[in-house]
């Protein structure tokens, strides 16, 4: 079973709209970790915004939100007020507990390619 | 300025080669990570290691090899047991979940396009 599912291959937004990629996630822990990446054309991978499970608050950096979901196990990422260097791939990645013998891999998802229409 | 470097950009290989990927990063961190993507895909695991002369493998290591003798270095060859070697790899770095926490997001370099001509 995939542990993280990004359900949207491409998205369009206008310039200036919000716009809400999706993400579901799929452990038996209860102490985990969410994150998103951005990967433009160039390849490079950005860190974007993280969610613990614990915290009881969404998690907020700048123009993106992170709309977490606990009992549904969804960690969606809003944009707002979309720039045309928003256009990229949107990677939902998560760190488990019990990952990997004690390292910090991170389980990604396919990923969205968001495209920012003028 | 702190970072991971990745060299070459583009590389090219016939069949049959060996080849190997260049990774370095100054952030000291003790963990690195190699990672494969392909078209369409999200990130796959190849190899990490979470210490010098200490590498363990990840969801997808046949083919390739990896060592750590450095800190600062964890390059992956990419042999010629590796079927499929075409792809983008990328390499990342964080501190280990011994000492870190776990938000502490993992750094990528740039990435390598490997092409089997």
């Known amino acids: 079973a995939q542990k993280i599912t990004q359900t949207q291959p491409g998205m369009f937004v206008q310039e200036k709209e919000a716009v809400t990629l999706d993400c579901t996630y799929d452990t038996s822990d209860q102490s985990y970790g969410l994150f998103w990446y951005k990967q433009p054309s160039s390849g490079e991978m950005i860190f974007l915004i993280y969610q613990g499970s614990y915290d009881e608050q969404n998690a907020t950096e700048g123009r993106y939100s992170l709309n977490f979901q606990k009992a549904r196990k969804s960690a969606n990422l809003v944009i707002s007020a979309s720039q045309l260097g928003d256009s990229a791939m949107y990677f939902c990645?998560?760190?488990?507990?019990?990952?990997?013998?004690?390292?910090?891999?991170?389980?990604f998802g396919k990923g969205t390619k968001l495209s920012v229409i003028p | 300025d702190g970072g991971i470097t990745q060299s070459p950009k583009y590389l090219f290989r016939k069949e049959g080669q060996n080849v190997t990927l260049s990774c370095e990063q100054n952030?000291?961190?003790?963990?690195m990570y190699w990672y494969r993507q392909d078209p369409g895909q999200g990130l796959r695991l190849i190899y990490y290691s979470q210490i010098v002369n200490d590498f363990q493998k990840g969801d997808i290591a046949e083919g390739y090899s990896v060592s750590r003798e450095k800190k600062e270095s964890f390059p992956l060859t990419v042999t010629s047991a590796q079927k499929n070697p075409t792809a983008f790899y990328l390499c990342?770095?964080?501190?280990?979940?011994?000492?870190?926490?776990?938000?502490?997001?993992?750094?990528f370099g740039q990435g390598t396009r490997l092409t089997v001509v």
């Open positions: 952030l000291n961190h003790d963990a």
């Open positions: 990645a998560m760190r488990e507990t019990t990952s990997g013998a004690g390292s910090y891999q991170l389980t």
């Open positions: 990342a770095s964080s501190i280990p979940r011994d000492r870190g926490r776990m938000n502490t997001e993992a750094f």
